[in-house]
Structures are given as structure tokens and as C-alpha cells.
């Protein structure tokens, strides 16, 4: 398997061209970043000092910054409880839904909530109701976040040819859960966040606690984690979906395929912002698995696989 995807990844790394399709990358972001600054806009601006008024009187000095022990102490030693994680996923998966809707296609909707739940049920993560769907755009791209909430676009499975290429696509995002990828991005947020702001000595609550990590983690959806979380991803995600009895080369084949794609293809924008270039992730794969996969029988079952209207 090592071998076959070094090949994949070193032939697919230069393909180039243009193509025209809807910004979704952009109108996600646009949509976030008004999520996140709305309530600066409403903030009365602050009056400015009548003119000499600096002069008339000394300025205070500065109020020493304090750090939030609540906040510090919770980077540093605490973890999110299964109801705040699930709370800031399902508020960061309204964000988006806010910037594109679902498909209006039940059956679709109802097909990959039964294959995702069924990849992940091999997770053996018992305190997580996950939660799927295909979100209506063109652009090629799949989503994650904390407490099970996982989508893929319209663009993205329309180039799937089976149900092992969902399985591994929803594999790999289920990873990005079980492994708290997004939680631990936040938690750093936390510690930076406790350590440069300026609070009373009194500890933050766990409810403005989450809600102001709420925004962080869209920030993350929109811009992306580290390359070394989606390698991992990556992996723990095609053992996900053999487990669930598909064929181990699922994901691989959608990874060759988006590689294949123009580099200045608009539909892949916000994909190369969110995560490594796929040549780049089939090499990763290769050299990490090996040939361990390589006797594993796994089902495509393209002929169950739902077909979108």
C-alpha cells in the first residue's frame, strides 16, 4: 500500500488549471468573521476627552492586568465535559448552516447519517450522538466539529463512485472528534487567552467559558487545523472505516481524485485552506500504514450507494 500511494501522491502533485465556481470559502468566512464581530458593533463607541482635558489633570496610571484563574486553570488542568463539547459543536455547526443549508433531499440526508454512524460506532465512543449531512454547495470539502457534528458538501459527494469512499471521507472526519483535535486547539486558546487578559480575581464560569471558545472554534472550521492533525486524521479514519468492513482504499481514491483536480479550481479553495494538498496526505498515508493494510478485504458496494438528484 506504501508504495502505491507514494506513486499516487508523486504523479498527482503537479497538476494546475483554472475553473470557475461559487467562492463557498469565502461567503464561509464572511459569515463567520460577522458571527464573531457582531457584538463589537453594538458597543457604543467611547466618548473622546474634552479638548486640554490631558493637561489639566494627570492620567491614572494603568490598572496592572490580572490573570483569570478560573480560565488558567482550566488550560492548564481541566477538559471539557461531554455537555460543553457537544454545546460548542452544535453553536459552531449552526454558524455554518447559517452560511449554507443542507441538501433538500431527506433520502440523501437519511443515507449518510447511516453510513457515519455506522463508521462511527467503531469508534467505541459511547457518549457522543453524531450527527451528519451533505450541505448544499459545489465547493469539494467536509467539516468537523466537537461533539459529533460532521457534514460534507454537495460538490464533494458528487465525485464519490461508492459507499467506501463516504465511509472513509466521514472516517476521517470522525477522527478529527475522537481525537479532540478541534478541543485541543481551544484549550491552547484558553491558556493564551487566561495568560493576556486583564480580569478580575474572580474565576471565570464554565457557561462564558464555552461560549467564548465558541467563536474560536468557528474561526477553526473556517481556516483549518495543523497538517500533522489531518495526517492523523487520515489514518485513524481508514481504520474506522475497515473496521466497519469497506474497502481500506476508499478514502485513498477520493484523495487521488481531488489531486487530480486544477490547483486554481474556485470549488477547492477553502479545501487547500483547511487542509494539506492531497498528494501531500496519500504520501503521509503511505508512509505511516505501509503494507499493513494491505490484506484487509473490504466491500465498495457501489451498488447501495445513494445517488444524488
Known amino acids: 500500500m506504501k508504495t502505491k500511494l507514494m506513486v499516487l501522491a508523486i504523479s498527482l502533485a503537479s497538476f494546475s488549471g483554472v475553473a470557475m465556481g461559487f467562492d463557498f470559502g469565502k461567503l464561509l468566512e464572511d459569515r463567520l468573521n460577522q458571527e ?53 459543536g452544535k453553536q459552531i455547526s449552526g454558524n455554518l448552516l447559517g452560511a449554507v443549508p443542507l441538501v433538500r433531499d431527506d433520502g440523501l440526508q437519511r443515507y449518510v447519517n447511516r453510513v457515519g454512524n455506522w463508521v462511527a460506532l467503531q469508534t467505541g465512543r459511547k457518549n457522543t450522538s453524531w450527527h451528519f449531512g451533505v450541505l448544499d454547495t459545489e465547493d469539494i470539502n467536509a ?19 461508492n459507499e467506501a469512499e463516504l465511509a472513509g471521507v466521514l472516517g476521517h472526519e470522525i477522527a478529527h472528534v475522537t481525537q479532540r483535535h478541534h478541543l485541543k486547539v481551544l484549550k491552547k486558546s484558553s491558556l493564551i487567552g487566561a495568560l493576556g487578559q486583564a480580569a478580575s480575581s474572580k474565576a471565570q464560569g464554565s457557561d462564558q467559558m464555552v461560549q467564548n471558545l465558541i467563536g474560536n472554534g468557528a474561526e477553526i472550521m473556517a481556516r483549518g487545523l495543523d497538517k500533522d492533525a489531518e495526517f492523523e486524521a487520515d489514518r ?47 504520501a503521509a498515508l503511505g508512509e505511516a500504514v505501509g503494507d499493513r493494510l494491505d490484506g484487509i478485504q473490504g466491500k465498495e458496494l457501489a451498488n447501495r450507494f445513494y445517488k444524488i438528484r
Open 36 to 88: 464573531l464581530n457582531k457584538d463589537k458593533k453594538t458597543q457604543p463607541a467611547a466618548t473622546p476627552p474634552p479638548a486640554g482635558a490631558q493637561s489639566a489633570a494627570a492620567s491614572p496610571p494603568a490598572a496592572k492586568q490580572k490573570v483569570d484563574a478560573g480560565q488558567l486553570g482550566f488550560a492548564l488542568f481541566g477538559d471539557y465535559s461531554p455537555e460543553e463539547e457537544n454545546r460548542i
Open 143 to 161: 467539516f468537523a466539529a466537537p461533539g459529533g457534528y460532521i457534514f460534507l458538501t454537495k460538490g464533494l459527494y458528487r465525485r464519490l463512485n
Open 236 to 282: 485513524v479514519g481508514i481504520v474506522f472505516a475497515a473496521r466497519a468492513g469497506y474497502d481500506v482504499w476508499g478514502l485513498p481514491t477520493v484523495l487521488q481524485d481531488m489531486a487530480a483536480l486544477p490547483a486554481k479550481d474556485n470549488r477547492t479553495s477553502l479545501l487547500y485552506k483547511t487542509h494539506p494538498h492531497p498528494a501531500d496526505r496519500l
